[in-house]
């Protein structure tokens, strides 16, 4: 196991209504990736915070935004979910926010009905 | 951009069975750090290996090799002698230094499935 942790595990909400995740990456780690996976599909870049700020965004609207709090730990926020939200969010942590490996949490599924 | 194709859907293989994953990619980079990761049923993404662009010396872990040909943009991942518990879907990842920004965005390829049957 990697150290990382996600909450919570599954997850359905309805079409418009707003939900945050949770991360609490690997001890030492300072830097958190969120990444979100279809079905069928490679995890995507939603964005990267490195010492409480982000620090890169993939191709991700607004509405997805994030924290990371002073102990490193991180929260994904989406609002208006729509029904394309549906899918696994995968969060990785790593010592620093370049080319270091990204370690990986076990993912939070969610639904959008 | 850069881009990572695992051409390579699925694979089934009969336990005991060598079996090769295929990946390459693209990158205008001059440094840059492929992966592979291992997704198992319960979705954790289980880190590999990782290699820098200037070190293209063939790895052995136990029963898994990996073989970086930089002249072909390939990084190919062999499993020798499958397991049933080596059945899971299989990422290659890249990143690089993205024009100098230097944040550590992984670009996954869409993954390949591989089932080892007893």
């Known amino acids: 196991e990697t150290g990382v942790t996600q909450s919570p595990t599954h997850l359905i909400k309805t079409r418009g209504q707003q939900v945050t995740l949770r991360c609490s990456s690997q001890s030492g780690h300072n830097t958190v990736s969120w990444y979100q996976q279809a079905l069928g599909q490679g995890p995507q870049f939603i964005f990267q915070y490195y010492r409480e700020e982000e620090n890169g965004r993939g191709n991700f609207p607004p509405r997805f935004s994030g924290l990371q709090f002073p102990n490193y730990s991180s929260e994904l926020n989406v609002n208006a979910l729509e029904l394309d939200d549906s899918a696994l969010y995968l969060c990785?942590?790593?010592?620093?926010?370049?080319?270091?490996?990204?370690?990986f949490g076990p993912g939070t599924r969610l639904l959008v009905l | 951009a850069q881009k990572v194709t695992q051409a390579q859907t699925e694979i089934s293989v009969v336990e005991k069975e060598d079996v090769t994953l295929d990946c390459v990619y693209e990158?205008?980079?001059?440094?840059?750090?492929l992966f592979w990761y291992k997704q198992p049923p319960s979705g954790e993404l289980v880190f590999l290996i990782r290699?820098?662009?200037?070190?293209?010396q063939n790895e052995i872990s136990g029963r898994y090799s990996w073989n970086f040909q930089k002249s072909t943009s390939s990084f190919n991942f062999t499993i020798t002698a499958s397991q049933v518990v080596d059945s899971a879907v299989y990422f290659c990842?890249?990143?690089?230094?993205?024009?100098?920004?230097?944040?550590?965005?992984?670009?996954f390829g869409q993954g390949t499935i591989l089932t080892v049957h007893p």
């Open positions: 990158t205008r980079d001059t440094t840059y750090y």
């Open positions: 990785a942590s790593s010592l620093g926010s370049g080319v270091e490996t990204q370690y």
């Open positions: 290699r820098n662009s200037f070190d293209e």
């Open positions: 990842a890249l990143t690089g230094n993205a024009g100098g920004t230097s944040y550590g965005k992984l670009t």
